[in-house]
């Protein structure tokens, strides 16, 4: 599998976001069992113009420092003090944008997923289980034992813990206004939401 490149990522925030349906998620373990993901559900966020963002108006703390990164870094943050959350870092290195992977399916090694995320096989789960495996960032961040010891990574080398392959493109793509940011003013209202049928 060919491993975007980092002038995938050094694009407008978007397009990336809308052009990373599809693609492989790979998740190299320690023992080098990669568990394989298609991205199914993206959000862009602008960090100079976008209230939603945790890098508004170039805002640097040690917590958003992997958002002024390069390109094709990944960008792994807590939220409520126990869901991990995966961003691509884009656009150019001091640029704080990124996408945050909101939801993905099971490729590969979807046993080993579903015990990081329920404890049992995948042919064991419930239909509710299986209804939402991965359909949320701290989901799948479970799923693929991804914590912030994988913040600051680069996602563009094939020998690291975690790199995006390029796959299928999707045969329809929604748009729509990203979820849980209603704090953020006009940017509630952005239509920085893709997803397609996992």
């Known amino acids: 599998m ?9 694009r407008d925030t978007v397009t990336v976001a809308r052009e990373l349906l599809g693609q492989q998620l790979v ?9 394989i993901c298609r991205i199914t559900e993206t959000e ?21 420092e992997t958002l002024f990164a390069p390109p094709g870094t990944a960008y792994i943050y807590l939220i409520y003090g126990m ?10 290195e001091g640029e ?24 049992c096989k995948y042919g064991e ?5 299986r209804k939402n495996f991965l359909n949320g960032p701290g989901k799948l961040c479970r799923g693929l034992d991804l ?10 080398e094939a020998d690291g813990p975690l790199y995006v392959c390029a796959g299928p493109s999707p045969k329809r793509v929604q748009t ?17 939401r893709f997803w397609t049928e996992a």
């Open 176 to 192: 729509g206004t990203r979820i849980g940011i209603d704090y953020a003013q006009e940017a509630v209202d952005f239509p920085w």
């Open 96 to 119: 704080p944008c990124a996408v945050l992977i909101r939801g993905a399916e099971a490729v590969t090694n979807g046993d080993i997923i579903a015990e990081n995320r329920f404890g």
């Open 44 to 64: 862009a966020y602008v960090g100079p113009i976008d209230k939603a963002c945790h890098a508004y108006q170039y805002k640097r703390t040690r917590r958003t």
């Open 83 to 92: 869901y991990h959350c995966l961003n691509f870092v884009t656009e150019p």
């Open 27 to 35: 998740r190299v373990l320690e023992d080098g069992t990669r568990l």
């Open 2 to 10: 060919d491993v975007l490149t980092r002038d995938f990522y050094d």
């Open 125 to 129: 789960l419930t239909a509710y289980q």
């Open 147 to 156: 914590t912030r010891a994988q913040n600051g990574v680069s996602l563009t």
